[in-house]
């Protein structure tokens, strides 16, 4: 039987939760120590930091939690359409030339757009729409990141071809009991990672909560209570005795239809 599109499962008009997390090719270690060359990637997951505080600010998407490993990724997200929805087309152009600049500044980053290239997609309304729809749309955050996380890898490697393995696999979460445990699986990682012992001992969590307040200050008022309980959980000493697991949690995860890749 054929999977479902993920079109079919993540409406772009629709606010949603998701558990997406995406794999480097054959599990190899290209954001950490690899074991065989002996080289350090570390320095690859401050580029994904880097890129979600700006997809964060950007994007119509909260970034509620998320895990950097040496080999795979995970991110908790939420999509805001009916926030994207109460931007004027010029903020619209705005944000998305912000993340697709025409001009670079020499360090890479966007420089500000102009007034004639903010008219460029305000004043199509086809385009601008379709724009406006992207804003909020998961697969297109997953989209970008994914692309330049390999690009800028492939450069420093003078290598070609793949960088993750597949398209990036999503989960949507469906209720607060749901976001909770995939929270707490989220935050575990590095410790079953034995990356560190103790939350407090990364410093994931500590950028986790930094995105949020970044989140927070570009769409103010927007956290409803499932979030305040979120960040009440992460921050108790559940975490420290919690079964990692999905299948031996209390709480379980409610898996969507498979989604196809």
Not at 180 to 192: F, G, K, T
Not at 250 to 261: F, Q, W, Y
Request: net charge negative.
């Amino acid at each position: 039987m054929a999977r479902m599109c993920r079109a079919e499962v993540f409406d772009p008009a629709e606010v949603a939760v998701a558990h997406v997390f995406s794999r480097t090719v054959r599990r190899c270690f290209l954001m950490g120590v690899d074991p065989v060359s002996g080289k350090n990637f570390d320095h690859r997951k401050r580029w994904i930091e880097q890129y979600l505080q700006q997809f964060a600010a950007s994007f119509g998407i909260d970034l509620l939690c998320f895990s950097l490993l040496s080999n795979h990724f995970h991110l908790i997200l939420r999509s805001r359409p009916d926030v994207v929805a109460t931007w004027d087309d010029e903020e619209v152009a705005r944000r998305w030339l912000m993340l697709c600049p025409h001009r670079r500044k020499p360090d890479g980053t966007a420089m500000e757009p102009t007034q004639p290239e903010i008219n460029s997609i305000a004043g199509c309304p086809i385009k601008r729409e379709e724009i406006r729809s992207r804003l909020s749309d998961i697969s297109w955050w997953m989209r970008l990141l994914c692309q330049r996380v390999a690009m800028r890898a492939n450069r420093e490697d003078e290598e070609h071809g793949r960088f993750f393995q597949d398209r990036y696999k999503a989960t949507r979460l469906t209720d607060e009991a749901s976001l909770l445990a995939c929270a707490a699986y989220v935050d575990l990682n590095p410790i079953r990672a034995a990356i560190c012992e103790r939350l407090e001992e990364s410093d994931l969590s500590e950028h986790a909560e930094s995105m949020l307040q970044v989140r927070s200050q570009v769409v103010p008022d927007q956290w409803d209570q499932a979030m305040s309980d979120l960040s009440e959980f992460r921050r108790t000493e559940a975490h420290d005795s919690w079964d990692w697991e999905p299948e031996n949690m209390s709480i379980k995860i409610e898996d969507s239809p498979a989604l196809a890749t």
